[in-house]
């Protein structure tokens, strides 16, 4: 009986450590597993997170957002990727320095995307009034106002969209000139959101 009692009494300590290294190996894959996802949830984090001069930028399906003094910015483009754009000598106080901005289009490029962008992101900036209007006189444009740099003034500025595939931001004589395909058009709208924010 007693012999009987070790035997089952053994038995049952196999079972035990049976179990026990049964529950072990999925306990750790668990953990492995787990481990895993963090790391890939933070490194998906870090990349969608940078700094750039000194403001926080993050993606999120609306572009990428700051914040600087409580205003809103949203570009479509990662901003360490503007930096290769040339900006001319323009800043916000010298366009709300006109009475009327005239932002000029040919409707028969293919730069629809750009010219929203181009009212979604600058417009709220500027304290002046903004005109749309065309750079050809053509029937879409009969009820638009026609404007080129030509009639650009101090007190009358006119803003350029150009499909083009040379890629070109300009402002002289009053008039600001940007030029380039699509993407192109809507990177040079975004670094010139920054020049005029000061960032």
């Known amino acids: 009986m007693f012999l009987n009692s070790i035997i089952l009494f053994s038995r049952m300590k196999i079972q035990k450590e ?5 529950l072990i190996l999925p306990i750790i894959l668990s953990f492995l597993m787990i481990g895993s996802v963090f790391t ?8 969608n997170k940078i700094k750039y001069h000194n403001l926080k930028f993050t993606k999120t399906n609306e572009g990428w957002l700051s914040y600087l ?3 809103k910015i949203v570009l479509m483009n990662n901003p360490k990727d503007l930096e290769n754009i040339q900006i001319p ?6 366009l709300n320095s006109a ?4 932002l000029s289009i040919n409707p028969n490029e293919n730069i629809q995307q ?6 979604t992101n600058i417009k709220p900036l500027l304290n002046t009034i903004l005109i749309n209007s065309c750079t050809i006189n ?3 444009c009969a009820d638009l106002p026609l404007k080129t740099c030509a009639d650009a003034s101090q007190f009358q500025k006119v803003i350029i969209l150009k499909e083009s595939n040379s890629t070109k931001i300009e402002y002289k ?9 699509q993407e192109e058009l809507n990177k040079e709208i975004d670094k010139l959101t920054l020049i005029l924010l000061g960032i």
């Open 114 to 119: 750009a010219y929203a962008y181009f009212n």
């Open 89 to 94: 000598n323009i800043n916000l106080q010298d």
């Open 138 to 140: 053509i029937e879409k």
């Open 18 to 22: 049976s179990k026990l290294k049964k």
């Open 173 to 181: 004589n009053n008039c600001l000139y940007l030029s380039g395909n």
């Open 99 to 102: 009475q009327k901005i005239y």
């Open 69 to 71: 003094n409580d205003q």
């Open 40 to 47: 890939v949830f933070l490194s998906g984090s870090n990349e």
